[in-house]
T-cell receptor, first 112, second 115 residues
Framework: GQNIDQPTEMTATEGAIVQINCTYQTSGFNGLFWYQQHAGEAPTFLSYNVLDGLEEKGRFSSFLSRSKGYSYLLLKELQMKDSASYLCAVRPPGTNAGKSTFGDGTTLTVKP | SAVISQKPSRDICQRGTSLTIQCQVDSQVTMMFWYRQQPGQSLTLIATANQGSEATYESGFVIDKFPISRPNLTFSTLTVSNMSPEDSSIYLC????????????FGSGTRLTVV
């Protein structure tokens, strides 16, 4: 099975940097996704890590350490519109590759 | 990546009734996934819908409660049957985007309230 842990809530200031952590214990692993979900909307894809290291995409970066079962999402130059829930999801290997398991999400509030 | 049209966007239903949710994808996809997101919680996979075969249900979900149709490679429906207030949730369909390496594209969701 899969067990995924994220902090429930975080608060940060506009213009600052925030790091959202995700730890996982899984019976199989074929990559980790980060999604952003604004209130009342569907999740949207942010990043996918399958190898160790940092993936940078504009203001957002995602890091993975497979040996530690750990990932983080780094958001720089925070904007008010970044207030949302951030979900990490683990993709299992093999024929069940479509069945990602989602964490409960981290609700980020960006304050002026 | 694929674009999904999901409807209805929201509904308020009486307990004991059924609601069918539709998802239309603008391209052919092998698998479609149906998720439930209860208030304040994350997404839980209900089932995987494959064209030409019965859907595969996750633990805790059964076909009698959540029958799924997948008549072709661009369309699927999920029915929530014999509804109770505990079924109040957001239901989302999704498909893999570009081989799965760009995550999943989700429909806009159906917000269901059972009274």
């Amino acid at each position: 099975g899969q067990n995924i842990d994220q902090p429930t809530e975080m608060t940060a200031t506009e213009g600052a940097i925030v790091q959202i952590n995700c730890t996982y214990q899984t019976s199989g692993f074929n990559g980790l996704f980060w999604y952003q979900q604004h209130a009342g909307e569907a999740p949207t894809f942010l990043s996918y890590n399958v190898l160790d290291g940092l993936e940078e995409k504009g203001r957002f970066s995602s890091f993975l350490s497979r040996s530690k079962g750990y990932s983080y999402l780094l958001l720089k130059e925070l904007q008010m519109k970044d207030s949302a829930s951030y979900l990490c999801a683990v993709r299992p290997p093999g024929t069940n590759a479509g069945k990602s398991t989602f964490g409960d999400g981290t609700t980020l509030t960006v304050k002026p | 990546s694929a674009v999904i049209s999901q409807k209805p966007s929201r509904d308020i239903c009486q307990r004991g009734t059924s609601l069918t949710i539709q998802c239309q994808v603008d391209s052919q996809v092998t698998m479609m996934f149906w998720y439930r997101q209860q208030p304040g919680q994350s997404l839980t996979l209900i089932a995987t819908a494959n064209q030409g075969s019965e859907a595969t249900y996750e633990s805790g979900f059964v076909i009698d409660k959540f029958p799924i149709s997948r008549p072709n490679l661009t369309f699927s429906t999920l029915t929530v049957s014999n509804m109770s207030p505990e079924d109040s949730s957001i239901y989302l369909c999704s498909v893999e985007a570009r081989g799965g390496f760009h995550g999943y594209t989700f429909g806009s969701g159906t917000r269901l309230t059972v009274v």
